[in-house]
């Protein structure tokens, strides 16, 4: 991914007000970043840890989006749970549920989509193997590291694709 700055993160919003854009706390030591290694930019909001927001780099520039974590999803500790994006098997609460308003008129009258995403946002350094699963839980799988990277990202596009299908008419 290409580095981003504070301005383009918040102009990349489709599904939230400028203002919301705004307020939006970004990742600290922004320039620092592993930007080679990162396919998206995911992040919990430092000041507001139940929000969350991811940025990728899709046909006409950057695409942001505003999540909620969903509160009070009982997770085992004996069993793991599988992100949708990167496919990385966690233990506990590794994994998160992510809701993002709609873009558009849908995100306005309430319309949300949702997906279970590793909850730090870090599925490229897991994707990778430059990070690793509190559990140490890992699927051997005969994929390349090209090839999972190419999944993960075909993943969150179908994920980003259902968020700005409205996006015709989106508040910006």
């Given at each position: ?10 102009d ?14 970004l ?9 080679p ?6 992040w ?7 929000r ?56 306005r009258?309430?319309d ?21 699963t ?6 051997e799988?005969s ?22 299908a ?6 910006r």
């Amino acid at each position: 991914m290409n580095p981003l700055t504070e301005r383009q993160i918040r102009d990349s919003f489709v599904n939230c007000s400028k203002g919301e854009a705004r307020r939006a706390g970004l990742p600290p030591r922004l320039a620092g970043l592993p930007w080679p290694q990162l396919d998206f930019l995911g992040w919990r909001d430092p000041g507001a840890p139940e929000r969350a927001y991811l940025v990728a780099e899709r046909p006409g520039g950057p695409v942001g989006v505003a999540l909620r974590v969903a509160q009070d999803v009982r997770r085992s500790f004996t069993k793991s749970t599988i992100c949708s994006v990167c496919l990385t098997p966690h233990s506990g609460a590794g994994v998160a549920l992510f809701a993002a308003p709609r873009a558009g008129e849908r995100g306005r009258q309430g319309d949300t989509v949702g997906a279970y995403m590793c909850a730090d946002l870090a599925c490229s350094l897991y994707v990778r193997g430059l990070k690793r699963t509190d559990g140490g839980i890992r699927l051997e799988e005969s994929l390349t590291v090209e090839e999972r990277v190419l999944r993960a990202a075909a993943n969150l596009d179908a994920f980003l694709e259902k968020v700005v299908a409205d996006r015709a008419g989106a508040a910006r």
